[in-house]
T-cell receptor
């Protein structure tokens, strides 16, 4: 079993829908990162969380340390949100990555 | 633009060869991280340097080595290349390390033929 599990692996939705991507991990961590990787390959850091909730524009990330679970939500999704979303956990200076969720938003 | 630069953008080489990938961190960042993203293994942490010193090591092969120079740029050296080394190699930087946010460079796509 991977240390970091993401679900779903693939998600297709209509423009405007509310999107949720989940990340579960099995080890103690100091922080959790959400990353976005565009089709061209570039990686953008969206959030870094160690507790609670963070919001940036239409994106919201939450983490429950006791449950070892984090969610990334996108409100009013748009085709430009189409990308791979990757969860990564930090432990002892090292990041361990999930396999990513490929999100496709259809106009 | 994250402020992290990587060169070259693309690299095509043959098995058995040696290549050097270069990374310049954001201004003021002391930590540099190297990651490998391959189709079968996904993203993997290779190594971290902080202010010139190795800080953490991940799944880095013995054929690979890295260093961080006094001006804080870093190089990843890959030698005796194999087909399986074909991947995207990302560099990231952060202010110090620990639980600081990391900023990723655009990556170097290495193709070994």
């Amino acid at each position: 079993k991977n240390e970091v599990e993401q679900s779903p692996q693939n998600l297709t939705a209509q423009e405007g829908e509310f999107i949720t991507i989940n990340c579960s991990y099995s080890v103690g961590i100091s922080a959790l990162h959400w990353l976005q990787q565009h089709p061209g390959g570039g990686i953008v850091s969206l959030f870094m969380l160690s507790s609670g909730k963070k919001k940036h524009g239409r994106l919201i990330a939450t983490i429950n340390i006791q449950e070892k679970h984090s969610s990334l939500h996108i409100t009013a999704s748009h085709p430009r949100d189409s990308a791979v979303y990757i969860c990564a956990v930090r432990r002892n200076e090292k990041l361990t990555f999930g396999t990513g969720t490929r999100l496709t938003i259809i106009p | 633009d994250s402020g992290v630069t990587q060169t070259p953008k693309h690299l095509i080489t043959a098995t058995g060869q040696r290549v050097t990938l270069r990374c310049s961190p954001r201004s003021g960042d002391l930590s540099v991280y190297w990651y490998q993203q391959s189709l079968d293994q996904g993203l993997q942490f290779l190594i971290q340097y902080y202010n010139g010193e190795e800080r953490a090591k991940g799944n880095i092969l013995e054929r690979f080595s890295a260093q961080q120079f006094p001006d804080l740029h870093s190089e990843l050296n890959l030698s005796s290349l194999e087909l399986g080394d074909s991947a995207l190699y990302f560099c990231a930087s952060s202010v110090t390390g620990g639980s600081n946010e990391q900023f990723f460079g655009p990556g170097t796509r290495l193709t070994v033929l």
